[in-house]
T-cell receptor
Framework: KQEVTQIPAALSVPEGENLVLNCSFT??????LQWFRQDPGKGLTSLLLIQSSQREQTSGRLNASLDKSSGRSTLYIAASQPGDSATYLC??????????FGGGTRLMVKP | DAGVIQSPRHEVTEMGQEVTLRCKPISGHDYLFWYRQTMMRGLELLIY????????DSGMPEDRFSAKMPNASFSTLKIQPSEPRDSAVYFC????????????????FGPGTRLTVL
């Protein structure tokens, strides 16, 4: 059974800092690895999806990498802003349609 | 498109009562997912449908939970009878396959229904 872990559980950084969020998974037979953002009281918003054949995906200030062999993914946020404050969740897709989520990293970017 | 629509946004009920949560997926999406989010267990997949047919319900906690999708634009998740431990935020999500018969593309989530069972 897939298990997804995110470290750290919470992170507080000053505005402008570059930061890395970590995600590890136990079963490397994945279709894709997805990163989501969740704002308080809201649903999830998809940020990046990395197919199993890819190594990374980029969108604006966000860059996500995937290393299947080691069971790791990282989300890099460049030049963080207060608006980036949210919970970030990664999810592994093992069965083509069934996501297993990590516990999330709660990020606070201080002005 | 208005995105995935869920109703109600908040539901407070008493133990033993029946609860019905509703979801309207994004038009044209073939897949619909129901998730539950709690502090203790995080976000868990309960059940998902493809073309209105339930494909995997292994995440449904027990027989008190049931889900239906009578047509492509509507799904319900019912809890009967409800218990305090069912209190959680329930999310509905929809997506479409990257390739026919293949893994799905990005899942789009609704705003969730916050359920409180007293």
């Amino acid at each position: 059974k897939q298990e997804v872990t995110q470290i750290p559980a919470a992170l507080s950084v000053p505005e402008g800092e570059n930061l890395v969020l970590n995600c590890s998974f136990t079963d490397s037979a994945i279709y894709n690895l997805q990163w989501f953002r969740q704002d308080p009281g809201k649903g999830l918003t998809s940020l990046l999806l990395i197919q199993s054949s890819q190594r990374e995906q980029t969108s604006g200030r966000l860059n996500a990498s995937l290393d299947k062999s080691s069971g790791r993914s990282t989300l890099y946020i460049a030049a963080s802003q207060p608006g980036d404050s949210a919970t970030y969740l990664c999810a592994a897709d093992n069965a083509g349609n069934m996501l297993t989520f990590g516990g999330g990293t709660r990020l606070m970017v201080k002005p | 498109d208005a995105g995935v629509i869920q109703s109600p946004r908040h539901e407070v009920t008493e133990m033993g009562q029946e609860v019905t949560l509703r979801c309207k997926p994004i038009s044209g999406h073939d897949y619909l997912f129901w998730y539950r989010q709690t502090m203790m267990r995080g976000l868990e997949l309960l059940i998902y449908f493809n073309n209105n047919v339930p494909i995997d319900d292994s995440g449904m906690p027990e027989d008190r939970f049931s889900a239906k999708m009578p047509n492509a634009s509507f799904s319900t998740l019912k809890i009967q009878p409800s218990e305090p431990r069912d209190s959680a935020v329930y999310f509905c999500a929809s997506s479409q396959p990257v390739l026919a018969g293949g893994p799905t593309d990005t899942q789009y989530f609704g705003p969730g229904t916050r359920l409180t069972v007293l």
